[in-house]
T-cell receptor, first 115, second 117 residues
Framework: AQTVTQSQPEMSVQEAETVTLSCTYDTSESDYYLFWYKQPPSRQMILVIRQEAYKQQNATENRFSVNFQKAAKSFSLKISDSQLGDAAMYFCAYIIGFGADGLTFGKGTHLIIQP | GAVVSQHPSRVICKSGTSVKIECRSLDFQATTMFWYRQFPKQSLMLMATSNEGSKATYEQGVEKDKFLINHASLTLSTLTVTSAHPEDSSFYIC?????????????FGPGTRLTVT
């Protein structure tokens, strides 16, 4: 079975500090895409960052970056200069091939930002 | 761009009745839409994949006769929960693929909270 594991149910970080959320996945496919989604209390899913598995370079979006280790099947999210608005549930997910199938999500990490 | 809407945002229905949830892509054509279910403090679980003009594909364990999906146009998919029971109470989220853009990316609707009394 294809799975996504987020081993940190909850993380807490001081405002302006850096935090890393971990994610490992398991798939036998060679073509896939990885995502981090943010779900604030409104429950709207917001795409934070995406990574194409065929790209070696780690994706970066402003304060958000990933550490993609393909051989280890690891895909961690680093949030720099944490802000109060970053507080939310964060879900790691992947999709196989060109996306004809749905996303497989991890269980999520609840990120708390301490002012 | 790439906006997906859902209607209603909240619905309360009595046990035994049916309720329909609509998912619309507002500014793009979506040949494929997906329906997810999210229980409180849990992750999203894929229920079914909906392709325009064809029958939906349901994930293992999802009752296709209870959760009827219709994808009659390139911008609209509907999920009908038939003979609803309290255990069907959940948060239902749809997403859609834009084949004109990154086909592997999904755009999410804001979700529908269903409460069955």
């Amino acid at each position: 079975a294809q799975t996504v594991t987020q081993s940190q149910p909850e993380m807490s970080v001081q405002e302006a500090e850096t935090v890393t959320l971990s994610c490992t996945y398991d798939t036998s496919e060679s073509d896939y895409y990885l995502f981090w989604y943010k779900q604030p209390p409104s429950r709207q899913m917001i795409l934070v960052i995406r990574q194409e598995a065929y790209k070696q370079q780690n994706a970066t979006e402003n304060r958000f970056s990933v550490n993609f280790q393909k051989a280890a099947k690891s895909f961690s999210l680093k949030i720099s200069d944490s802000q109060l608005g970053d507080a939310a549930m964060y879900f790691c997910a992947y999709i196989i091939g060109f996306g004809a199938d749905g996303l497989t999500f991890g269980k999520g990490t609840h990120l708390i930002i301490q002012p | 761009g790439a906006v997906v809407s859902q209607h209603p945002s909240r619905v309360i229905c009595k046990s035994g009745t049916s309720v329909k949830i609509e998912c619309r892509s507002l500014d793009f054509q979506a040949t494929t839409m997906f329906w997810y279910r999210q229980f409180p403090k849990q992750s999203l679980m894929l229920m079914a994949t909906s392709n325009e003009g064809s029958k939906a594909t349901y994930e293992q364990g999802v009752e296709k006769d209870k959760f009827l999906i219709n994808h009659a146009s390139l911008t609209l998919s509907t999920l009908t929960v038939t003979s609803a029971h309290p255990e069907d109470s959940s948060f239902y989220i749809c997403s859609a693929r834009d084949l004109a853009g990154r086909s592997y990316e999904q755009y999410f609707g804001p979700g529908t909270r269903l409460t069955v009394t």
